[in-house]
């Protein structure tokens, strides 16, 4: 069997355990059909046939693929990786929090644009109402409803209320 071949039912063995982690697959029917025929292969197995391949494949493309597929097995088999060796090891890229300059600079940023609104005509800093955010006409039996609602839980409050009132008098 070629890498590309492993790499394909490696992926497809793993996606039995994951829903949705093979969102579509194109390759070889023969290879869908033997991992649907199969008993359910361990995570810890499928860790194990990543490392092995990973070993064959090396550098590029295809092994960054399959170093995916590896930590993804390791986790469901239980390996504990950092969140950002786990987000490198999945995905190539290591996160980093932002410096602190990063967020005076966006604090900057955020205060220009209130100075700017605040600079309106009317003086008055712009406002949106709920309503002009709403597109109309198209739920009406929900607006209809919700409104209804509003109006019953406000009753029921002022109802609460006034027994509550009179009750402690």
Not at 78 to 104: I, K, L, M, N, Q
């Amino acid at each position: 069997m070629t890498p590309a071949e492993r790499y394909l039912l490696l992926g497809l063995r793993l996606g039995r355990h994951v829903d949705g982690l093979v969102d579509a697959y194109y390759g070889p029917l023969e290879l869908k059909e033997q991992a649907d025929a199969e008993p359910l292969v361990d995570a810890a197995t499928l860790a194990a046939d990543a490392e092995s391949l990973l070993a064959d494949v090396g550098d590029g493309w295809l092994g960054d693929q399959v170093l995916g597929l590896r930590t993804y097995a390791g986790v469901l088999a239980g390996e504990e990786f950092s969140y950002s060796d786990e987000v490198e090891r999945c995905y190539g890229v290591r996160p980093e929090p932002p410096t602190p300059d990063a967020y005076a600079e966006a604090h900057e940023r955020l205060d220009e644009l209130l100075r700017a609104t605040a600079r309106s005509p009317t003086g008055a800093r712009p406002s949106v109402s709920r309503r002009s955010c709403r597109p109309s006409g198209c739920f009406p039996r929900f607006e209809t409803s919700s409104r209804s609602c509003a109006r019953a839980r406000r009753r029921s409050c002022r109802c609460r209320r006034a027994r509550r009132s009179s009750s402690s008098r």
